[in-house]
């Protein structure tokens, strides 16, 4: 939920939410609405407006429903025992594996972590069932964005 204050703002990056939109339009990037609800609780100002205004990106939990919860069933370690609300990890990775999708995460597997909190990440689920994960860097290149 980070990436536009600390990695990529909209400063220095002006277009990157809208070259995502256009992705979104196209039917090229999508969400869980899990996602959605992650961003109202710790988003940016500028975060939570875009994604209010981009609600084609999502898409409903309960169409993912079942895949998230064979994945929760299959790699319990991915599931944060201290998170506050229901976390969107299980329900992107199932996203991805239903359309045969891409993960764009900033999250980095548990070995690169010092002392990570949890044995499984986005990028250790995706690796572990064939799932193809990037970060938002390598979407940009991916995709041949300049800024």
């Not at 400063?11 to 959605?36: C, E, I, K, W």
């Not at 209010?52 to 898409?59: H, I, N, R």
């Not at 359309?99 to 690169?112: L, S």
């Amino acid at each position: 939920m980070d990436w536009q204050a600390r990695y990529y703002p909209t400063d220095v990056f002006p277009s990157l939410l809208g070259r995502v939109g256009d992705l979104v339009a196209r039917g090229r990037a999508m969400a869980p609405a899990l996602v959605h609800e992650e961003i109202d609780a710790v988003g940016t100002a500028e975060l939570i407006g875009w994604a209010k205004a981009t609600a084609g990106l999502f898409v409903p939990t309960k169409d993912l429903l079942r895949e998230a919860l064979d994945i929760q069933a299959r790699f319990p370690g991915l599931r944060d025992p201290k998170a506050e609300h229901e976390e969107a990890d299980a329900y992107v990775i199932a996203l991805a594996k239903m359309r045969d999708g891409i993960v764009v995460t900033q999250e980095t597997p548990a070995a690169e972590k010092n002392r990570p909190r949890r044995t499984h990440f986005i990028p250790d689920v995706c690796r572990e069932l064939g799932i193809p994960c990037i970060s938002l860097l390598g979407l940009m290149r991916r995709e041949r964005w300049t800024f």
